[in-house]
């Protein structure tokens, strides 16, 4: 019944905005921070991703990428993450704003995707600035503790991610709260909705008053915002929304 809600919803969207959280990826094997099986169990973020930690002493979070960082580099796109992209492909969702850093949602095909939390898919030199490929950092990992920079011998390579205690790009949260704005349909999906400032841009669309889907395995504190609760796995719903969107106007 809510699918077939959703469905519609999407059918008559025409620049629609989707906003993901670490859940769409679970199904893509990258563990999410927060609920069960969650990364803050097993680690302490304070320790591995504040900036001020990793001035001090970058091995803490270099260490941890040695053991979590070659299953997310390896991770593939789920079903969901190619719903959205087909989504865009027919001319029913304008963009992808996400607060992940995991690459899948271009990998999977979609185009405007305005990365909050910057990508983990590449690393830059503090020092002199030079940017590489996470994957060829991570490689020297086993004979590199913390990694040094190919350029200046530098050590404090930093993942190009948002740590905490770190502005989150301005550009990019500009373009998202204007995207929510403007948009005929909000979708969320996968997210816990308690960090600032991806919690706010739903709560931006429905000021504007755009229609909201929440597609999220557990409850969130807009739930009552929505128009349309699904709580479920977003690989599994959200390709069943896409579908009947999809036959509903005949694309
Ligand atoms: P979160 O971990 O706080 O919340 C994830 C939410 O997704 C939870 O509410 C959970 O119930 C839900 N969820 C889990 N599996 C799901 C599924 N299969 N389908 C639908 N929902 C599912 O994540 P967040 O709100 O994105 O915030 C955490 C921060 O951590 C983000 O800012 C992000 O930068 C970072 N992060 C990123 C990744 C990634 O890039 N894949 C992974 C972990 C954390
Ligand atoms: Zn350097």
Redo the contacts with the bound molecule.
């Keep these: 019944m809510s699918i077939a809600r959703a469905a519609e919803l999407v059918a008559r969207a025409r620049r629609g905005v989707a906003l993901t959280?670490?859940?769409?990826?679970?199904?893509s094997g990258?563990?999410?921070?927060?609920?069960e099986g969650?990364?803050w169990r097993q680690y302490d973020p304070v320790k591995v991703a504040t900036l001020e930690n990793f001035l001090e002493d970058p091995a803490q979070y270099w260490r941890v990428a040695r053991e979590r960082g070659p299953a997310v580099l390896a991770a593939r796109p789920n079903a969901g993450h190619v719903a959205l992209a087909e989504l865009e492909a027919s001319g029913h969702i304008a963009a992808v704003v996400t607060?992940?850093?995991?690459g899948l949602h271009r990998d999977a095909g979609s185009r405007r995707v305005i990365e909050l939390?910057g990508t983990?898919r590449t690393v830059q030199c503090l020092d002199c600035g030079v940017v590489e490929s996470r994957g060829d950092v991570q490689a020297r990992l086993a004979d590199e503790m913390p990694p040094r920079c190919a350029v200046c011998g530098g050590t404090f390579m930093k993942p190009t991610v948002v740590f905490f205690g770190e502005q989150m790009p301005a550009d990019a949260v500009a373009q998202a709260f204007e995207l929510a704005r403007d948009a005929d349909l909000m979708l969320v999906?996968?997210?816990?909705?308690?960090?600032y400032p991806?919690a706010e841009v739903p709560l931006v669309a429905a000021r504007a008053g755009v229609p909201i889907v929440l597609?999220?395995?557990?409850p969130?504190p807009i739930d009552d915002l929505a128009d349309v609760v699904i709580h479920g796995?977003?690989?599994e719903v959200l390709p069943e929304i896409a579908r009947l969107a999809l036959v509903a106007s005949g694309g």
């Design positions: 959280g670490a859940g769409i990826s679970a199904e990258i563990p999410t921070f927060r609920g969650g990364l607060q992940n850093t995991d939390h983990g999906v996968g997210s816990s909705l308690v960090v991806a597609i999220n395995a557990e969130t796995r977003s690989g």
